[in-house]
């Protein structure tokens, strides 16, 4: 696990920042779009870097395999989706020891976006080391309708919703159920923290840890 001073001793030694300052600055200020549509220009202003080289610092990121940008799914789109990608550190410790802490913010604003990114690190190994071919995406209409990520390859389309909560709300669903309206095609798991699982209007819900000793088969 790279925490923060491991991320900045690698980025000099590899020479790629001439101020370590102002990158340990974008990499608080990184760490709020965790799981979040990337706003490059209010992440600039959060740790006053210009636009360049914040450009240049989240490719230093994506060079060094410290962070992903996930790319929105729009294969056959039939809605208008947002543009951006979502952002995530590579991986859930990594995010959490760099993301500032304080009074102002609540819990899950750190525990969802490092589930997600647990569920995310997990699924990357288990394509890549398998060899199941995916391209990984998320998939987020223009009314903020989401799903968190969205699996496209030869084997088909696989859609994962995580959640946070120990039970299901109506309205989780929400976003895998509009997906499958544009893709009947596809698998759709919603992922909790509860301990039951059942099938609901084609959507597969399954417990967090259930999902991940069994990732490999959900996404075969």
């Keep these: ?14 020479g790629l920042a001439r101020n370590l ?25 959060d740790c006053s870097v210009a636009s360049k080289v914040m450009e240049d610092y989240f490719s230093i990121l994506e060079d060094l395999l410290i962070a992903i940008r996930l ?14 990608p979502k952002f995530y550190f590579f991986d859930a410790g990594t995010f959490q020891a760099i993301r500032p802490r304080g009074p102002l913010e609540a819990p899950e604003e750190i525990q969802g976006p490092a589930l ?10 288990v394509n890549d080391y398998k060899g199941l071919g995916y ?9 903020g309708e989401e799903v968190n990520f969205v699996f496209y390859g030869e084997r088909g389309l696989r859609a994962f919703e995580v959640k946070r909560g ?9 976003g895998l159920l509009l997906f499958k309206e544009d893709f009947p095609e596809t698998k759709a798991f919603l992922l909790y923290l509860g301990k039951r699982g059942w099938h609901e209007k084609g959507v ?9 000793e069994r990732l490999e088969t959900l996404l075969r």
């Excluded at 391209?135 to 009314?143: F, G, I, K, P």
């Design 71 to 84: 790319p929105v799914f729009t294969r056959r789109a039939k809605r208008r989706l947002v543009a951006h």
């Design 204 to 212: 597969d819900i399954v417990p967090f840890q259930e999902a991940m």
């Design 166 to 174: 120990h039970t299901v709300r109506a309205e989780d669903p929400k």
């Design 135 to 143: 391209s990984l995406h998320y998939w987020r209409t223009a009314n």
């Design 1 to 14: 696990m790279l925490k923060p001073p491991c991320v900045l001793t690698k980025v000099l030694q590899e």
């Design 116 to 125: 997600e990114t647990l569920f995310l690190e997990q699924a990357r190994a």
């Design 21 to 45: 300052s102002a990158f340990s600055r974008f990499l608080e200020a990184a760490s709020f779009s965790q799981g979040a549509v990337l706003n490059m220009a209010a992440v600039g202003r």
